[in-house]
């Protein structure tokens, strides 16, 4: 079973603390990594995207990809109570037909407290 | 402006009634995808199309059925074969199926009530 897992939270941070998301899967060929914020009653919106190992930055927002160790990151900087929501983390895994497939995790509910 | 439109925004069912949901993309994207949520769980798959007029079943396509006669369109009909319909659907799309680095957007979703 392809999986994707998250601390389904919360995670409660103060205002313009760091906020740490983490996410780890199963498949070790999976290749594309994928955040997504999601306030309540909305639909997913994309944050960013990551397929190399290491970090790449994108204004407030990290990702940290570690393939060996299966995990991926989404660090917030100078948190702010906008960034309250659920973060989704995706990964496009291999499927045995062939292709890939997207798997979602349940998602981590960050509250940033002002 | 370019985006995936969903409606109705919210849906109310009568038992042993079908009702159709839809989902319009101008991203002239191939890959559509249709996705349920439950409240403190993660989107399950019900259906995907790759291409017009073809679609496969996803995780949960039990009670669910759909088409794909126009690229840019892709309805979703809940059946009363469905027994717990009761749901946040997401529509998606992405330029091809989930291949390496495919991104999928999502339209702003239908609540699907049961009376």
């Known amino acids: 079973q392809k999986e994707v897992e998250q601390n389904s939270g919360p995670l409660s941070v103060p205002e313009g603390a760091i906020a740490s998301l983490n996410c780890t899967y199963s498949d070790r060929g999976s290749q594309s990594f994928f955040w997504y914020r999601q306030y309540s009653g909305k639909s997913p919106e994309l944050i960013m995207f990551?397929?190399?190992?290491g970090d790449k930055e994108d204004g407030r927002f990290t990702a940290q990809l570690n393939k060996a160790s299966q995990y991926v990151s989404l660090l917030i900087r100078d948190s702010q109570p906008s960034d309250s929501a659920t973060y989704l983390c995706a990964v496009n895994m291999n499927v045995n037909t062939g292709g890939f497939k997207t798997i979602f995790g349940a998602g981590t509910r960050l509250f940033v407290k002002a | 402006d370019g985006g995936i439109t969903q409606s109705p925004k919210y849906l109310f069912r009568k038992e042993g009634q079908n009702v159709t949901l839809s989902c319009e993309q101008n991203l002239n994207h191939d890959a559509m995808y249709w996705y349920r949520q439950d409240p403190g769980q993660g989107l399950r798959l019900i259906y995907y199309?790759?291409?017009?007029?073809?679609?496969q079943k996803g995780d949960i396509a039990e009670g669910y059925s759909v088409s794909r006669e126009k690229k840019e369109s892709f309805p979703l009909t809940v059946t009363s074969a469905q027994k717990n319909p009761t749901a946040f659907y997401l529509c998606?799309?992405?330029?091809?199926?989930?291949?390496?680095?495919?991104?999928?957007?999502f339209g702003p979703g239908t609540r699907l009530l049961v009376l």
């Open positions: 990551i397929y190399s190992n």
């Open positions: 199309s790759q291409i017009v007029n073809d679609f």
């Open positions: 998606a799309s992405s330029r091809n199926q989930a291949g390496e680095g495919e991104t999928q957007y």
